[in-house]
Nanobody, 119 residues
Framework: QVHLVESGGGLVQAGGSLRLSCAAS????????MGWFRQAPGQEREFVAF????????FYADSVKGRFTISTDYAKNTVTLQMNSLKPEDTAVYYC????????????WGQGTQVTVSS
């Protein structure tokens, strides 16, 4: 069982930056992969970024590659999404998620945090 709590969303102008944090607690986190997803109004939830807690392998959606960076802080059990050069199309509710390394589907989800980018 993993409990996830996101923070750091808000309103920012296009070209600006935001830093999202996901505080994780519960099971042995080294057994988990972590991901960030987002959902804009009227759209399907989409993958943003992935990191393996044990080893740090990362993957990004093409739409955010080069602008967003996912990282982990082992001491604080936190996963961070640094978002730079934000665009209005990045506006969405952002969710942190976790799954066991051996699983395909993400099992645990946070409550989400709103990111709004104004043009």
């Amino acid at each position: 069982q993993v409990h996830l709590v996101e923070s750091g969303g808000g309103l920012v102008q296009a070209g600006g930056s935001l830093r999202l944090s996901c505080a994780a607690s519960g099971s042995t986190l080294s057994m988990y992969d972590m991901g960030w997803f987002r959902q804009a109004p009227g759209q399907e939830r989409e993958f943003v970024a992935f990191i393996r807690w044990n080893g740090g392998t990362t993957f990004y959606a093409d739409s955010v590659k080069g602008r967003f960076t996912i990282s982990t802080d082992y001491a604080k059990n936190t996963v961070t999404l640094q978002m730079n050069s934000l665009k209005p199309e990045d506006t969405a509710v952002y969710y942190c998620a976790a799954k066991l390394i051996i699983q395909i589907e993400y099992e645990y989800w946070g409550q989400g945090t709103q990111v709004t980018v104004s043009s």
